[in-house]
Nanobody
Framework: QVQLVESGGGLVQPGGSLRLSCVAS????????MGWYRQGPGNPRELVAD???????NYLGSVKGRFTISRDNAKNTVYLQMNSLKPEDTAVYYC?????????WGQGTQVTVSS
């Protein structure tokens, strides 16, 4: 049984930082493309960042230079370090593991950026 469990969300002031974690069980994260997606109020779900099995990374344009995706193979965990947070980053953040045609999703963690 595959499980992706996100944590690390919360309320933060503009300019602050958060680190999201996605702990995987039932899969080996280094064999999958691991991604962070988000869905804000009234918006479609969008890709924020992903990392391939080869370690190549890809970012949404609006988060480049502020967010960093990384992977700890020993802990079977993927992280999203988010710096210089803005109110428009407010969303539920989801972890996804993909090995086409299969994909798994976590339950999401809320990130709210507000003063």
């Amino acid at each position: 049984q595959v499980q992706l469990v996100e944590s690390g969300g919360g309320l933060v002031q503009p300019g602050g930082s958060l680190r999201l974690s996605c702990v995987a069980s039932g899969i080996i994260v280094s064999s999958y493309t691991m991604g962070w997606y988000r869905q804000g109020p009234g918006n479609p779900r969008e890709l924020v960042a992903d990392i391939t099995s080869a370690g190549n990374t890809n970012y949404l344009g609006s988060v480049k230079g502020r967010f960093t995706i990384s992977r700890d193979n020993a802990k079977n965990t993927v992280y999203l370090q988010m710096n210089s947070l803005k109110p428009e980053d407010t969303a539920v953040y989801y972890c996804r593991a993909a090995y086409p045609p299969v994909a798994y999703w976590g339950q999401g963690t809320q990130v709210t950026v507000s003063s």
